[in-house]
Structure formats: structure tokens, C-alpha cells
């Protein structure tokens, strides 16, 4: 079984920062892409930024320049470090991981969810 535990989450004036992590639990697991994404209320997910391979980025237009996502490929972690907070930034932030899982019957390949952490910014 694989987890991912989110932590970093909290209240921050605008203009203030927050750094995300995310860390995945299991043995025998391979993590390719992770990434970072958001739900306001009353709206869709969104992705916020994805890394793959440990340095290719992607980042959604209304946090270019303000979030930095990252990865310690030592410990399969992935961080978001996000700066310049809006009030619009305010949301359940979700880290997912393509995860392949190695077994003795064959590979599982799925993507893995964890349980969101809050990040709210006051203006």
C-alpha cells in the first residue's frame, strides 16, 4: 500500500509564504511524476505544478513566478514553496504521485492521492 502524507499547510497573511511537502510511505514503489494540486470551494480541481524525472516542471499561469515546485529524489519527497500568497491562492491543496508498484505477479502502475492540507491567505 502506498501513501502520501502532506504537511506544511496553514494561514498566511497575503504576501506571505508557505512551503509545502509531500512524502510517499511504501516499499517496492517507483515514483515517476508528482504534483500539486488545489481545490477552491465550489470549484474543480486544479493542477498547481507537476515535476517529472525529477527536473522537468509545469506550472499553472496563475502561479508562474510565485511557486516553485521540487523534489529530493533521495527520499521521492516533492515540495511546493509558494511566494507573493493571494487571497485567490486559498484552498485544499492535494499532492498526487504516478506510482508503479512492484510485485512478484508484476508492475502496478496508478496514481496515488493524499488527503489534502489546507492553505488559507488573508488579505
Known amino acids: 500500500q502506498v501513501q502520501l502524507a502532506e504537511s506544511g499547510g496553514g494561514l498566511a497573511q497575503a504576501g506571505g509564504s508557505l512551503r509545502l511537502s509531500c512524502a510517499p510511505s511504501?516499499?517496492?514503489?517507483?515514483?515517476?511524476?508528482m504534483a500539486w494540486w488545489r481545490q477552491r470551494p465550489g470549484e474543480q480541481r486544479e493542477m498547481v505544478a507537476s515535476i517529472k524525472n525529477g527536473i522537468i516542471t509545469n506550472y499553472a499561469d496563475s502561479v508562474k513566478g510565485r511557486f516553485t515546485i521540487a523534489r529530493d529524489n533521495t527520499k521521492d519527497t516533492v515540495y511546493l514553496q509558494m511566494n507573493s500568497l493571494k487571497p485567490e491562492d486559498t484552498a485544499v491543496y492535494y499532492c498526487?504521485?504516478?506510482?508503479?508498484?512492484?510485485?512478484?505477479?508484476?508492475?502496478?502502475?496508478?496514481?496515488?492521492w493524499g488527503q489534502g492540507t489546507q492553505v488559507t491567505v488573508s488579505s
Open positions: 498526487a504521485a504516478d506510482v508503479t508498484i512492484f510485485t512478484k505477479w508484476g508492475n502496478k502502475r496508478m496514481d496515488v
Open positions: 511504501g516499499s517496492r514503489i517507483s515514483i515517476d511524476a
